[in-house]
């Protein structure tokens, strides 16, 4: 996998994750653990998309 692929994977898990949030919200009881775990994965996510991008941590993923 190159690393544009690699990339495009970790946006495309990050936005994914990022649906499962919103849809977590829009809950009548959202879940407080599951809320966590997401945030938790997408932050996981966003690091890695950045240590690849070389920048430090200043990726324009939000």
């Given at each position: 996998?190159?690393?544009?692929?690699r990339?495009?994977?970790?946006?495309?898990?990050?936005?994914?994750?990022?649906?499962?949030?919103?849809?977590?919200?829009?809950r009548p009881?959202?879940?407080?653990?599951?809320?966590?775990?997401l945030k938790?994965?997408?932050?996981?996510?966003?690091?890695?998309?950045?240590?690849?991008?070389?920048n430090?941590?200043?990726?324009?993923?939000?």
């Open positions: 996998m190159s690393l544009k692929e990339m495009d994977s970790l946006k495309s898990k990050h936005a994914f994750l990022d649906t499962q949030l919103h849809q977590e919200g829009l009881s959202p879940s407080a653990e599951e809320i966590g775990r938790r994965e997408k932050l996981k996510i966003k690091d890695e998309i950045a240590r690849l991008d070389g430090g941590g200043s990726a324009t993923i939000h």
